[in-house]
């Protein structure tokens, strides 16, 4: 046996998983000659319960063979793959050819009963199974039987049946244990909603100055982001801002009186990582906003951004943390052509073991306000050995907590990242636009990365605003979210998508006027009352989302065929065995991805992937419109992007 899976490579981590994630068990098993062989998977849950799962061959001529187990449980699962002579098998296919052919029937027939005689010697059986396996050893030696009743006895399934689940196993061999990392549930599976508590209540003041809002104005949003569906609210930096080199609007360094800065330049005369901006309100006002979110459904997760302004604590009393430069300064942060002349990168080469304990404390410390969620800003510019240390520690003592890397990077640190124990990552997602783009990236995503990196496919942030959404209008909206809300089982939005904001600052891939930078004033129930806002979409996806257990996967991805370079056609299927409400769920997502196009179009599917014969024909329910259509494998469609870019279609008849 060689090449199991789940695996990450190099084998120095172990692989994850999380709670009803229907994982492949797949490794390579062959034998000499032409007996048949079987392999199982034996699984050893975290409370030590033991399971055994019969694979079944690929079929690809590499000797592949895969299951798919659904762990119920969190924490470490250790399983071996275990192959084995399959004597019944072997049997089974040399009588169905040449009883057949009426060749060696009698000796066929005598193997068969003797095959049968030693599964009825075997206690364990039930004795409803032991009984029918000697009737039928009993037939297979009676001469008056004819060879075409024999053959029947040959191809029983219900016998055959027997056999799979109690098989007459001989020369086994046995794999290496294994180790499989099952995660919450959360870990996995999320619609992420993104906003700045300080726009959330924001009033500007008759002398033309802004009152911030506070985390009780904040809270008011919450009922809201709820109803649209959204489960998990992340919060950019919460902490004070540093005056020193503030930036002003759209990343000036003039910043006028009451320009609040960027949350990102952390720390000042107010304290660090380990407080929050007194604007805001105090550290029991933000326990009070944590539980208001936890009470509409609704997990926080808090930003955690490994740097300083120069304002900060840390620049006083720990000034070897920095990267100081030959004329005696500090070196500011830089991702060129940007500037931050506002934040002060750490430096992990300088008193590792002091920034370790310094960035443990913080964490614990938002734990304990009942934090559970961390986006970790920018970990590819920190040691990897570092974040390995940090979540398994963290880990170890909180194992609900989750670590989303945000990391647009090249791919071996951003892999690498997930690798040490990234619950989830940003991708390249955001930049994957055109039909064939986005083919290969989903593909990728659901089967070559599938063991170690969980994506979340946010469509936009604070400082991404792609050339796509610029220019393709309310269509490109529309269609970036359906892809990423199927697509993945975590997604993302940050708040004014719903508005359509769609201006960037000239020459620049982010909105203009960007609230990194200034208070942001929203009208959110005055556009939805106009038609104006993206709102109801967005509640239909995140709706369709938790009817449909498929979309809650994401190994299960499938691309199909379409006859027209812009149109994308992928399916997602979960079998009724390993589905929650115990049904089948089959959702097939065909999207127009150019948004200034009408498209008419063959798709031509694989409808063997939810259970249906090629040609048979089934019902189809869009829960964009509504509307229902009788489909087969091959399918004629018009998605006029001026009303509806997407299908998002529900297979009603799926096996």
């Given at each position: 046996m060689a090449a199991p899976r789940p695996s990450v490579p190099g084998g120095r981590f172990r692989p994850s998983a999380y709670v009803e994630e229907a994982v492949p068990f797949t490794v390579t098993a062959f034998r000499e000659g032409h007996d048949l062989i079987g392999v199982h998977v034996r699984l050893f849950s975290p409370a030590g319960d033991e399971s055994l799962h019969r694979l079944s061959p690929l079929n690809d001529g590499l000797d592949r063979w895969s299951?798919?187990?659904?762990?119920?449980?969190?924490?470490?699962?250790?399983?071996?793959?275990?192959?084995?002579?399959?004597?019944?098998?072997?049997?089974?296919?040399?009588?169905?050819?040449?009883?057949?052919?009426?060749?060696?029937?009698?000796?066929?027939?005598?193997?068969?009963?003797?095959?049968?005689?030693?599964?009825?010697?075997?206690?364990?059986?039930?004795r409803a199974e032991r009984t029918a396996l000697q009737g039928a050893a009993r037939a297979l030696r009676d001469t008056a039987i004819t060879d075409e009743v024999a053959l029947g006895i040959v191809t029983d399934p219900e016998l055959a049946a027997y056999f799979a689940e109690r098989p007459l196993a001989m020369l086994g061999s046995v794999g290496d244990e294994l180790e499989l990392l099952v995660e919450r549930q959360r870990a996995g599976v999320g619609a992420w909603y993104e906003f700045f508590p300080r726009s959330e209540g924001a009033r500007r003041?008759?002398?033309?100055?802004?009152?911030?809002?506070?985390?009780?104005?904040?809270?008011?949003?919450?009922?809201?982001?709820?109803?649209?569906?959204?489960?998990?609210?992340?919060?950019?930096?919460?902490?004070?801002?540093?005056?020193?080199?503030?930036?002003?609007?759209?990343?000036?360094?003039?910043?006028?009186?009451?320009?609040?800065?960027?949350?990102?330049?952390?720390?000042?005369?107010?304290?660090?990582?380990?407080?929050?901006?007194?604007?805001l309100g105090t550290l029991a006002d933000f326990r009070?906003?944590?539980?208001?979110?936890?009470?509409?459904?609704?997990?926080?997760?808090?930003?955690?951004?490994?740097?300083?302004?120069?304002?900060?604590?840390?620049?006083?009393?720990?000034?070897?943390?920095?990267?100081?430069?030959?004329?005696?300064?500090?070196?500011?942060?830089?991702?060129?052509?940007?500037?931050?002349?506002?934040?002060?990168?750490?430096?992990?080469?300088?008193d590792p073991e002091g920034i370790r304990a310094e960035v443990l404390r913080i964490v614990r410390h938002w734990i304990?306000?009942?934090v559970q969620i961390f986006r970790v800003d920018n970990p590819h510019t920190k040691p990897l050995q570092f974040w390995e240390w940090l979540i398994a520690t963290v880990s170890a003592e909180s194992p609900d907590v989750v670590f989303l890397a945000e990391a647009f990077t090249r791919p071996a640190p951003l892999q690498g990242l997930a690798m040490a124990g990234f619950q989830q990552s940003y991708t390249y997602f955001t930049w994957r636009n055109t039909k064939e783009e986005l083919a290969e990236f989903l593909t990728s995503l659901a089967t070559e990365t599938d063991d170690f990196l969980r994506p979340n496919l946010f469509v936009n942030t604070p400082d991404i605003l792609t050339e796509y959404l610029q220019f393709g209008g309310r269509a490109a909206?529309?269609?970036?979210?359906a892809i990423a809300a199927t697509a993945a089982p975590s997604y993302g939005v940050y708040a004014g998508y719903e508005l359509f904001e769609n201006v960037a600052r000239p020459g620049s891939e982010e909105n203009i006027?960007?609230?990194?930078?200034?208070?942001?004033?929203?009208?959110?129930?005055?556009?939805?009352?106009?038609?104006?806002?993206?709102?109801?979409?967005?509640?239909?996806?995140?709706?369709?989302?938790?009817?449909?257990?498929?979309?809650?996967?994401?190994?299960?991805?499938?691309?199909?065929?379409?006859d027209?370079?812009?149109?994308?056609?992928?399916?997602?299927?979960?079998?009724?065995?390993?589905?929650?409400?115990?049904?089948?769920?089959?959702?097939?997502?065909?999207?127009?991805?150019?948004?200034?196009?009408?498209?008419?179009t063959m798709v031509h599917l694989d409808t063997t992937l939810w259970g249906i014969a090629p040609g048979e024909p089934y019902q189809v329910e869009d829960l964009v419109t509504g509307a229902v259509w009788t489909w087969t494998d091959h399918n004629?469609?018009?998605?006029?992007?001026?009303?509806?870019?997407?299908?998002?279609?529900?297979v009603k008849e799926s096996r």
């Open positions: 299951t798919l187990v659904a762990p119920l449980e969190q924490g470490v699962w250790r399983f071996r793959f275990e192959a084995f002579a399959d004597d019944f098998a072997t049997w089974q296919h040399a009588a169905e050819v040449k009883i057949a052919a009426g060749v060696d029937t009698a000796l066929m027939r005598t193997s068969g009963a003797l095959l049968f005689d030693r599964a009825v010697a075997d206690k364990s059986r039930p003041l008759k002398d033309g100055t802004v009152k911030s809002g506070t985390f009780r104005t904040a809270a008011k949003r919450l009922p809201a982001v709820a109803a649209m569906g959204f489960d998990v609210l992340y919060l950019p930096p919460i902490h004070p801002i540093g005056q020193s080199n503030r930036k002003g609007p759209n990343n000036t360094l003039h910043p006028a009186p009451g320009d609040p800065g960027s949350p990102w330049a952390i720390g000042s005369s107010a304290g660090g990582h380990d407080a929050v901006h007194p604007d009070a906003f944590v539980r208001a979110a936890r009470s509409a459904g609704i997990e926080v997760a808090l930003d955690l951004a490994l740097q300083a302004s120069p304002d900060h604590p840390w620049v006083r009393e720990h000034p070897e943390w920095f990267t100081t430069l030959p004329d005696g300064s500090i070196a500011y942060a830089e991702n060129p052509p940007k500037k931050y002349q506002d934040i002060y990168p750490v430096n992990f080469d300088n304990a306000q009942g909206y529309k269609v970036r979210a006027d960007n609230e990194k930078y200034e208070y942001k004033f929203r009208d959110w129930e005055g556009a939805e009352e106009r038609g104006e806002s993206l709102a109801p979409y967005l509640r239909m996806l995140n709706a369709a989302r938790r009817a449909h257990p498929a979309l809650g996967q994401l190994r299960n991805l499938s691309v199909h065929w379409s027209d370079d812009s149109i994308l056609v992928y399916s997602k299927h979960l079998d009724a065995a390993l589905s929650p409400t115990g049904a089948s769920d089959t959702v097939l997502v065909v999207a127009n991805v150019d948004p200034h196009s009408v498209r008419e004629f469609v018009r998605l006029d992007a001026f009303t509806e870019p997407v299908h998002l279609l529900h």
